[in-house]
């Protein structure tokens, strides 16, 4: 993968907003999701960036599954993830990595 040791330097083992838009299908953006987040009264304690948590509601979106129709569902998902997330810091990008056989980096460093 182009550019991974840079980005990793740069951003750790989490995802930027853009790179979750686009290896997503993006169907909500950031403000979307964080406002949704924090009306569930979310507080980020475990370190995750604003990227893992639209990464991985977007993702839960993607599948297709019927509990994942609404965003209220997809973002519940998401902090469920993120709240183990902290035990395994980066656990979600390391294995978007290992699935990924092509993609360059380097516009997101």
Same mark, same amino acid.
């Given at each position: ?20 838009? &686009?290896? &997503? ?80 980096? &380097?516009?997101?460093?």
């Amino acid at each position: 993968m182009k550019g991974l040791r840079q980005y990793i330097r740069k951003h750790g083992r989490h995802f930027t907003e853009e790179l979750a838009m &686009t290896v &997503t299908k993006g169907k909500w953006n950031s403000s979307e999701i964080m406002e949704k987040a924090e009306s569930m009264v979310y507080y980020n304690v475990t370190g995750s960036t604003v990227g893992d948590i639209v990464f991985l509601t977007n993702y839960a979106k993607d599948t297709g599954k019927s509990f994942y129709k609404t965003k209220h569902n997809c973002v519940r998902f998401a902090l469920c993830i993120v709240g183990e997330y902290a035990l395994r810091d980066g656990a979600m990008f390391s294995k978007w990595v290992g699935d990924t056989k092509e993609f360059d980096l &380097t516009p997101y460093i």
